[in-house]
């Protein structure tokens, strides 16, 4: 009885002892920031993370050193712009004790995001056995943001930067490596790029909450998140963008590269709206202005039963949205597989798109996108068709132009004859005397040969706003 009287005293003297230590802060920056990471170049750099209130925390980094003081649990400091190109070093974060994140460099910095065929690694693309044992840049690194929908907002993720080598890539974004890869080349600077991807989702997974909500359009949305947060499900409004965008914030990005759609692609007129929306929602998010956004168009293929004009609608809302400003577009309808909606040419994907990025963000000179539909005239019984980004001239590929179809007021589309007059289509059917409409490629699998001579293909389009088989689905 006497030896339990003991071991009590112990204990409660323990407990007292315990109480009365100040407890040791545990200091710690948010995942995004770890051995191997890129810092964004030539833009003030956020670091940010957890710590005890009151606790000063300072960062070092070059000939830099900035303080701050957490409070609420959390802290955040600016580094001012950095040069890129200059060798690694190493980051001291330094609360109550010091962490050193080592081998950090400064350069480029995408996110990576969309659905499976932004998902789909490496390993699953194009000679991948050559082009994984060729993967040697340790000036490119990779971070794979971890798979989790949330119900709201959450500040932090799991992931890691890895130096980009044979043993890393297998398993990152085949489109976000073969983008970066080109960005490197070209640039000669370290590129950073953080893979946000899931396979089957929805673009308003992928949404704020606030901007479902800001337009009716999208109140269907809304009401079916509202129904109840399904755990593990990633295809509700928003769970996305909570679990692996808002963690991301506000992390020093050049830009985003985005392939997403197919799961979309059955409410292509909403789809319309949504996606600019959701890409104005990003750039607001990160407060970075309009940082460069561009996307992959859908590559053909054959979905089941679902009526052909789906996909091509589709192809249409993307092809609207660069109207949205500093956007950019990959099309990749010759590239694509009817029996397979992931094609493995994922290398042509990300240099298309590294060549809207090389252009149109760091001022190359050079033929960055196919032909675009810009208007139409009607010519007594002809439609001649205009385009932008003709480059050095239009081509027919293989022989004549195909893909072309022509109505009159009766909607009724019919296959067409198209011949190159200059930089225009001359769009012509002896089944319709008086046309006004033209399409081009208007079904899930066409297979057109419009291209520009520096080979780059000609996205479809339709001239016309008749009635869409989307129309009114939410």
């Given at each position: 009885?006497?030896m339990l ?7 409660t ?5 315990g109480?009365?230590?100040?407890a ?7 995942a995004?920031?770890c ?11 956020p670091?940010?993370?957890t710590?005890?209130?009151g606790?000063?925390?300072t960062?070092?980094f070059?000939d ?6 957490a ?5 955040i400091?600016?580094?001012?712009p ?5 060798p690694?070093?190493?980051?001291t ?6 962490i050193?994140?080592?081998?950090v460099?400064v350069?480029?910095?995408?996110i ?5 065929n932004m ?6 693309s ?16 990779l971070?794979t943001v971890a798979?989790?929908p949330?119900p709201?907002p959450?500040d ?6 890895s130096?980009?080598?044979p043993?890393a890539?297998?398993g990152?974004?085949a ?8 960005l ?5 600077v ?11 989702t929805?673009a308003?997974a ?6 479902l ?6 109140k269907?949305?809304?009401e ?13 409004g ?14 020093a990005?050049?830009?985003a590269?985005?392939y ?5 692609r ?6 319309a709206?949504l ?11 990160f407060?970075?202005?309009?940082f460069?956004?561009?996307f992959?168009?859908?590559a ?7 009526d ?6 589709l192809?249409?809302?993307q092809l609207?949205?660069l109207?949205l400003a ?12 009817f029996t ?5 040419n ?6 298309r ?7 149109k963000?760091?001022g ?11 208007s ?6 002809k ?7 003709v ?7 293989g ?8 109505a ?17 289509i001359v ?9 006004v409409?033209?399409?081009f490629?208007w079904?899930d ?5 419009l ?12 001239t ?8 009114g689905?939410?």
């Open positions: 009885m006497r009287k003991w071991q009590l005293w112990l204990v003297l323990g407990l007292t002892v109480a009365a230590l100040p040791v802060a545990a200091v710690k920056p948010a995004l920031f051995d191997n990471m890129v810092l964004q170049c030539d833009a003030k750099v670091v940010w993370g710590g005890d209130d606790e000063q925390v960062v070092r070059r830099q050193e900035v303080s701050t003081v409070k609420g649990g959390k802290w400091l600016w580094l001012a950095l040069k890129a190109g200059e690694a070093e190493d980051m974060l330094t609360g109550n004790y010091t050193t994140i080592r081998n460099q350069g480029e910095v995408w990576c995001s969309g659905q499976s998902q789909m690694s490496v390993s699953g194009n000679n991948a056995q050559e082009e994984i044992a060729a993967a040697d840049y340790p000036n490119i690194r971070f798979r989790k949330q709201e959450v932090d993720c799991v992931g890691n930067w130096v980009c080598s043993q890539v297998g990152f974004s489109v976000g490596y073969f983008f970066g890869r080109c490197h080349k070209e640039l000669d370290p590129v950073g790029l953080i893979n946000s991807s899931w396979g089957g929805i308003e992928w949404t704020s909450r606030e901007t909500q800001s337009d009716e359009a999208f269907a949305i809304v079916r998140r509202d129904a109840g947060f399904k755990p593990g499900n990633p295809n509700q928003s769970v996305l963008y909570n679990g692996m965008i808002h963690p991301l914030l506000p992390y990005i050049r830009g590269i985005w997403q759609g197919e799961s979309n059955g409410r292509a007129e909403q789809y709206k996606f600019p929306a959701m890409i104005t929602d990003w750039r607001k998010s407060g970075q202005g309009d460069p956004f561009l992959v168009q859908l053909p293929f054959r979905y089941g039963g679902a052909p004009a789906e996909c091509a609608e192809w249409e809302a609207k949205t109207s500093n956007t950019g577009m990959a099309v990749t309808t010759d590239i694509g597989n397979d909606i992931h094609p493995k994922k290398q042509d994907v990300g240099k798109l590294a060549l809207w990025a090389l252009a963000t760091f190359q000179e050079l033929v960055y996108s196919g032909p675009l539909y810009d139409m005239s009607v010519e007594g019984d439609i001649r068709v205009k385009f932008q980004h480059g050095g001239g239009l081509v027919a590929k022989g004549p132009l195909a893909e072309f179809t022509i009159g007021e009766d909607q009724k589309f019919v296959p067409a004859e198209a011949v190159i007059d200059g930089d225009a769009v012509h059917s002896d089944e319709v005397a008086r046309p409409a033209v399409r490629a079904n699998t066409p297979t057109p040969n291209f520009n001579k520096e080979g780059l293909p000609a996205s479809p389009f339709r016309d706003d008749f009635p869409m088989v989307t129309a689905r939410r």
